[in-house]
């Protein structure tokens, strides 16, 4: 089992960065899918980027060349850094680990806005 605690959102203006970070604390992480989700308001949640151990990440098209995952098994941490923001970036960010189970974050707020 393994908890997540997601943190590093925030207000940021449009063309900004910022870098959400995901503390892990249980199990050793390698062996989980690492993810990023997002869920604006009244919408879905929806995948932004994924790691796997050792392997290559996967991004959705809304995020590529502006986001970056990786990850870090020894300090157990996941980080999404995201450049080039935009209000549609805004959302609720969410840290997935998946392996036969899935476990969940309670979410860090993004908001872009001038």
């Known amino acids: 089992q393994v908890q997540l605690v997601e943190s590093g959102g925030g207000l940021v203006q449009p063309g900004g960065s910022l870098r959400l970070s995901c503390a892990a604390s249980?199990?050793?992480?390698?062996?989980?899918?690492m993810s990023w989700y997002r869920q604006a308001p009244g919408k879905q949640r929806d995948f932004v980027a994924s790691?796997?151990?050792?392997?290559?990440?996967n991004y959705a098209d809304s995020v590529k060349g502006r986001f970056t995952i990786s990850r870090d098994n020894v300090k157990k941490m996941v980080y999404l850094q995201m450049s080039g923001l935009g209000p549609e970036d805004t959302a609720v960010y969410y840290c997935?680990?998946?392996?036969?189970?899935?476990?969940w974050g309670q979410g860090t707020q993004v908001t872009v806005s001038s």
């Open positions: 997935k680990a998946a392996a036969r189970r899935e476990y």
């Open positions: 249980g199990s050793d992480i390698s062996v989980y899918v």
């Open positions: 790691i796997p151990s050792g392997g290559n990440p």
